[in-house]
């Protein structure tokens, strides 16, 4: 990407959010655009770094034999009301809904309806499951509490993931694949996230467990041992002889450990059991001929709360300990390196186009004309490109300063060097 | 994707939709599931081969420098109202709203206003454009004549492109490198997009063009010459002197050649001018200081409707000249191969399971029990996989009877030479 071409100017940060300045830069350097309460527009590369978690989270899936496919948003009420579930939404408020002439509709707050009608129409035997669908797609709910810019928006991206098998232990299987492509997806982008045990809420299951990121800025609080690196639901504490429970489900003889701590739910998994084929009457002939509700299970990973906690993780600060922007991971980042050439020197523009090409895409020229070197360095750091390649007087021709972003490790490469290592 | 754990049974496809008939075989194999009229769900190569289209898009625009990024589709009715749309719109009754205690919305049929405000926030001078920003993203209306599945439904795959500059010379230019994008485009693709100059509709610009591709279930009617693979809008017939208009305009004395054709309007760009920047008052800073309005130009391109061009365009029909399925181009194929090996025989079901882990993600291997290999090639077929890999009696074992569903031409082959050749 030429800078001079993508529409943005230098970026001003002051004053950051005291609550969430991570996110606070994102909008205030133009990379996040509000439009109202829980509303935003992505720029570029915030958009390509989510496009990346997609990727990812699809490779993830997919390797444990998921099927991808793309359930609507927009959703008659009649499927809803098929599951009992239209007028608990309606009275919570919480659903967006759209009146027209044709009919009753809601922009979608989650799909177990959907990919119940999705399977009736497909899964009519034995035969043809156990099989997981998951979809990834912009979800909707009237969010009065919107929080924390990516965190609970009026709109968020979510994988969402429906497995549908013959009976409790086949659930149990695909519950397991799920959950061990959530762990992969976690090694791979980077972030340390909990498995911890967790109440149902209103999804309606019997087992289910959330997937946390320790964060301050999240709004969930977990008991957490962090030498264990594992974690509880608070709820636990409420229930009656809990010390007792803790011995016997997790042969944890000692709480102490445990303290509480902010964590940002990024992910959850449920099993559903029978309950949306029951209610919606979906069912399969089994070996036997006779019909059988399917076990479904149902998977989410809040992708745009992913995002957040990628560029949480990625703060970089100065020397006062002042957030000043960030170093994505290199594997994450869809810009790795960025270019700054002495503007007025016409031998290092030429060479700084050069290794521009030889990026093939994958990286950023900052060819604005009237903006300093200090203050297109500053710049680099918002953006979060994790490689900066300075080629000022400081270095001979064919030479470039390349700095590690992350951790301000200084190098002085040729134009090759740089290409193969980055 | 092995077809045992897809979810997809034996596909059964009759009586076809005489005006739909090659959409009608998506649906009626469940490669399409409808949830209400204009709302259908994507099966995974359908949504597959769409995201194939979105990548192709993104790459052909990203060459001549446009910028994604990503703007709300939840819209609220303020920035309507600043455009002065808003009740243009609801008057057509084509808007899907929301209402909700915290204000009005819309599900975006467009992004002219989103846009805006995401410039008003970046290009406050001369030195920030110009600049082209583009999205893909699903768009809404509340459609009441729905058409042919994925022609014309309440929800739609939209690129859509929106260039600021300073001058009529400097739109000119963007518009210029957009349209060369678009011929690039429909080139990879391989779909035979005829320009033609149109009529403005409800955007209000001045200069238009909309990119259609001759097709039977179009609903436009245009003027086309096959020999010269030029076509002219209908309306120029109802122009007073149309003759003298099109010897000056077009340099055509006789337009006999031209015959009304149908035709599926797949793209539309348009030199919007100052309108936007005008009524929502959005301006930049020019060279000599002044604030003066962008020019703007606006592209889109119907990506679902492309969907369905291709498979109107990959239809493959039997002996008697009856639509059968599709033969997908390879390039847009998400699975270059079916591998059908039969069942029975432990040595040929071993070395499919080989060639299908060769094939690293871009093979479907069809495993499914109790289904006849006669079955499982016409499935094949409805799925539009482009090569076919039979593993039967009629080869020796270590080789493969590969067809090339679209002409029909069949090689015996060993699974190395499979891998290599696809």
Not at 391 to 402: A, M, Q
């Amino acid at each position: 990407m030429k800078l001079s071409q993508s529409g943005i100017g230098t970026m001003r940060v002051n004053n950051l959010d005291e609550m969430y300045p991570v996110q606070d830069i994102l909008l205030q350097s133009g990379q996040l655009v509000q439009y109202g309460t829980g509303i935003y527009a992505y720029s570029n590369i915030v958009m390509l770094v989510k496009r990346t978690l997609e990727r990812i989270i699809e490779e993830e899936l997919n390797k444990v034999g998921c099927i991808e496919v793309q359930l609507p948003t927009l959703q008659p009420d009649s499927i809803w009301k098929k599951s009992g579930r239209w007028d608990k939404y309606i009275e919570e408020g919480l659903m967006l809904t759209v009146e027209s002439d044709k009919g009753t509709y809601c922009m979608a707050p989650t799909a177990e309806e959907a990919v119940v009608e999705f399977a009736r129409e497909k899964l009519k035997s034995y035969k043809h499951i156990p099989v997981t669908y998951y979809q990834i797609g912009e979800k909707y709910r009237n969010e009065i509490r919107t929080r924390g810019y990516l965190l609970r928006g009026k709109s968020f991206l979510m994988m969402d993931a429906y497995s549908f098998d013959s009976d409790l232990a086949g659930l149990e299987e695909s519950y397991k694949k799920v959950r061990e492509a959530y762990l992969k997806i976690a090694e791979r982008v980077g972030l340390k996230i909990i498995p911890v045990v967790a109440d149902n809420g209103s999804m309606g299951g019997k087992k289910s467990e959330e997937f946390m990121f320790i964060s301050p800025i999240g709004e969930d609080t977990i008991l957490y041992d962090e030498k264990s690196e594992t974690a509880l639901n608070t709820e636990i504490l409420e229930k009656e002889n809990y010390q007792e429970y803790l011995k016997e489900e997790y042969g944890i003889e000692d709480i102490s450990k445990y303290s509480k701590t902010k964590a940002i739910e990024l992910g959850h998994i449920f099993q559903l059991g029978t309950k949306y084929s029951e209610s919606m009457n979906v069912k399969f002939i089994d070996k036997d001929g006779k019909e059988k509700p399917f076990y479904m299970g149902c998977y989410g990973i809040g992708v745009s709360r992913l995002l957040a906690a990628i560029y949480e993780n990625s703060v970089i600060k100065d020397e006062n300990g002042k957030v000043m922007g960030f170093s994505l991971p290199k594997e994450l980042a869809p810009y790795k390196l960025q270019i700054i050439p002495k503007m007025e020197n016409e031998e290092k523009l030429k060479q700084a186009f050069e290794l521009y090409e030889k990026m093939n895409g994958k990286a950023i020229i900052d060819d604005r004309e009237g903006i300093s070197l200090g203050a297109k360095i500053k710049d680099c750091k918002i953006l979060g490109t994790p490689y900066m390649a300075i080629l000022g007087d400081k270095v001979e021709d064919g030479k470039v300063e390349l700095e590690n972003t992350k951790t301000g490790e200084k190098q002085i490469l040729s134009i090759e060097e740089v290409v193969k290592m980055i």
